[in-house]
């Protein structure tokens, strides 16, 4: 997508963002462990509720089950395209994308550039939930994930696991009384977690980079060039890389608009050789991204940010690559080279901005040595 739409879209996500821009760039902490930040009151629930493997039906699973914070907020295992709900042997049909700087993501709505319409923002990699706090409720009740039967039983749930006085506390003395109230709190409190500086601590070598506080190696520099080159590698095009010059905001490398990669179908996606009452269609099923959601769309997924990308294998929403440099391959040489198969839904295949890029082996190995310094919890070299 190009720039100036990006440009209208940032002003909406600073606006939503608020207050917590302001503590960005504080580049000291361990990639390993949760950030330790304060947090408010319906943060710290949200974050108690978010860690609960409690909830689930049957118990065992929970948000972060998913969505470890060591594995840049997405599922700790790294070659495996789907996951396993709390049911066994149940997956779900998409690989789980990182909810690192979830918060930034503007609400699903759309814009005109040039006479055509484009959808922005929104969540799950097709778009189909206009907001963040929309979204928290869905994973909970979906059988191949949580597997909660509905939401009485999850306030049932919430209340056995002793939550009662922190809901009282936080959102008032009525807040788990009827099923209606109690869901918008729990939801609430889940998604103000969400955006806390927890997942969003802008504390990468790429940070400390733009703040002058570190160098890029001559690789790191030289795949950065290409990365915003657009006669190059053209990322910058949908991952945006640099500050943005009217706020002073820090590149998320996403502009949250959709997009058909052209990306062929993972036939390893155990969704597909698992034929359930969820997925009938076995290995016959097809993807359509966004166009399940809105006509037209079809195969279009939402543009994810890079940031944490070497923490969150495997890659797209099919996680049909387990490695970075099959990825950048892919961009490089879908069109040239037969090996990557057809694509998955040919319908609004983007054929102008990547396919044959031209690369070198090299230049793909220095965009991926980039692409590393966007992982969370840089320490900064002490200077003798
Ligand atoms: C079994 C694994 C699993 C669990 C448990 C899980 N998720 Fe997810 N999550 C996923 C997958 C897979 C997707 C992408 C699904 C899609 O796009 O259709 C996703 C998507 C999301 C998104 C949208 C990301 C985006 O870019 O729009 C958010 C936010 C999220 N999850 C938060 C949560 C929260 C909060 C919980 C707990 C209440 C949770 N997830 C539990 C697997 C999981
Ligand atoms: C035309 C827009 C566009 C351009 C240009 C683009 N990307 Fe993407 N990128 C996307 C979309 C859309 C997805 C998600 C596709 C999917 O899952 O179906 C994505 C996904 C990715 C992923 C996987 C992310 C994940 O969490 O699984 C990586 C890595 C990536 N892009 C890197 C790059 C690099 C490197 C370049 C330049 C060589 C680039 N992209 C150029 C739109 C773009």
């Known amino acids: 997508m190009n720039k100036t739409v990006f440009t209208k879209f940032i002003s909406i996500a600073v606006l939503a963002a608020g207050s917590f821009i302001i503590a960005a760039c504080s580049p000291n902490q361990s990639p390993l462990k949760p950030q330790s930040v304060a947090l408010n009151a319906s943060e710290t629930l949200g974050k108690s509720l978010f860690f609960d493997a409690r909830l689930s039906s049957p118990a065992g699973q929970s948000c972060a089950s998913c969505h470890s914070p060591a594995h840049g907020f997405s599922h700790p295992k790294r070659e495996q395209a789907t996951a396993e709900g709390a049911v066994k042997g149940l997956f779900g049909n998409r690989n789980v994308p990182t909810i690192s700087y979830i918060g930034f993501t503007p609400d ?30 869905q994973p909970i009740l979906n059988p191949l994930e949580m597997g909660v039967k509905d939401e009485a039983s999850l306030v049932k749930k919430i209340k056995a696991a002793g939550y009662e006085p922190e809901f009282k506390k936080v959102y008032g003395p009525d807040s788990l009384d009827n099923t209606r109230l109690a869901i918008q709190n729990i939801t609430n409190a889940i998604a103000s977690y969400q955006r806390s500086k927890e997942l969003s601590p802008f504390n990468s070598k790429y940070d400390a980079y733009l703040a002058g506080k570190t160098q890029l190696t001559k690789k790191e520099q030289l795949g950065l060039q290409l990365f915003e080159a657009e006669d190059k590698g053209n990322c910058a095009a949908c991952h945006p890389s640099k500050i943005d010059k009217a706020s002073g905001f820090p590149p998320l490398f996403t502009d949250y608009s959709y997009d058909n990669l052209g990306l062929p179908a993972n036939r390893k996606n155990p969704f597909f050789n698992n034929p359930t009452q969820y997925n009938p269609l076995s290995s016959g099923y097809k993807d359509q991204g966004m166009g399940q959601v809105i006509e037209g769309e079809n195969g279009k997924f939402k543009v994810p940010t890079l940031r944490n990308i070497a923490l969150t294998a495997p890659y797209m929403h099919n996680g049909i690559f387990n490695t970075l440099e099959e990825a950048v391959s892919f961009y490089n040489t879908r069109d040239t080279d037969a090996k990557w198969g057809q694509a998955e839904i040919e319908k609004n295949v983007n054929k102008h901005e990547l396919g044959d890029l031209k690369l070198t082996d090299s230049e793909i190995d220095a965009i991926v040595s980039f692409l590393k310094t966007l992982s969370d919890g840089y320490q900064i070299p002490a200077i003798n």
């Open 108 to 137: 699903l709505h759309k814009i005109t550039e040039d006479g055509e319409t484009l959808y922005i923002g929104g969540f799950f990699l097709d778009g189909r939930e206009k907001t963040l706090q929309d979204q928290a409720i």
